[in-house]
């Protein structure tokens, strides 16, 4: 198994996550996003969509797109499980999990950001704004949903971990990079903390990476 990964990509942040839960050790390759490594046609024959992550497992093609790499490794390694067996309870997870992976993170991305500077011509305290407006919203919309519902226990769904627990730990870990604060979301920042004391969240961060700085 190959993965392709950048220390501060936040979506394979979340597959390093989930790889790590199922203890599995993929060959690493890094595609330097600040160095426009992804734009090269070695890494566009593999995501002609110039992103990270992507995934090679076997002979088959190459898999691409967090949330999907996340549940082909749990289709197919599914110990221990990251999707609840009760067909609601799987939609609140998919649900939570999306409002990270589709509806905020990418709008905050490099190629928006570049986009926002180069295009529209933003400096870089209009971009921060833009980048602190949607991070807020999608926690405000997350802590709603975990603080108000019976089903949030230890984690987002009950008392295991889920990819809604990935996908919440990863924009918490964005928007400290971004520096956001997130003591206004006490039940996003329980359920992180409780993540955090898992060592395969711990290992999968993006400061512990090798390329990473030691502080950001």
């Known amino acids: 198994m190959k993965l392709f990964s950048f220390w501060r990509s936040l979506a394979t942040f979340r597959v390093r996550i989930a790889l790590e839960l199922k203890g ?4 690493v390759v890094d595609v330097d996003l600040f160095k426009g490594h992804q734009r090269e046609a070695e890494y566009r024959a593999v995501n002609p969509q110039m992103l ?3 995934l090679i497992d076997g002979d088959g093609p190459p898999l691409f797109e967090s949330l999907a790499i996340i549940e082909y490794l749990d289709e197919t390694r599914p110990e221990p499980p990251l999707l609840p067996k009760e067909p609601r309870a799987r939609a609140r997870v998919r649900a939570l999990a ?9 709008l905050v991305v490099p190629r928006v950001r570049g986009y926002l500077e180069r295009e529209l011509g933003l400096d870089e ?30 984690y987002c769904q009950g008392n295991a971990i889920t990819i809604a627990d990935i996908c919440l730990v990863s924009h918490t870990v964005g928007a400290e990079l971004f520096k956001y604060d997130t003591a206004p979301f006490p039940t996003v920042r329980r359920i992180v903390d ?23």
């Open 52 to 54: 990270l992550p992507a």
């Open 98 to 106: 999306q409002i990270v992976a589709c509806d905020s993170h990418p």
């Open 24 to 27: 599995i050790e993929p060959e």
């Open 125 to 154: 305290a209009t971009r921060t704004r833009w980048i602190h407006h949607w991070i807020g919203e999608s926690l405000k919309a997350l802590e709603t949903h975990l603080a108000g519902s019976r089903d949030t226990g230890r």
């Open 194 to 216: 409780a993540c955090m004391q898992n060592q395969a969240f711990v290992r999968a961060h993006p400061l512990a990476q090798p390329g990473a700085p030691k502080s950001v």
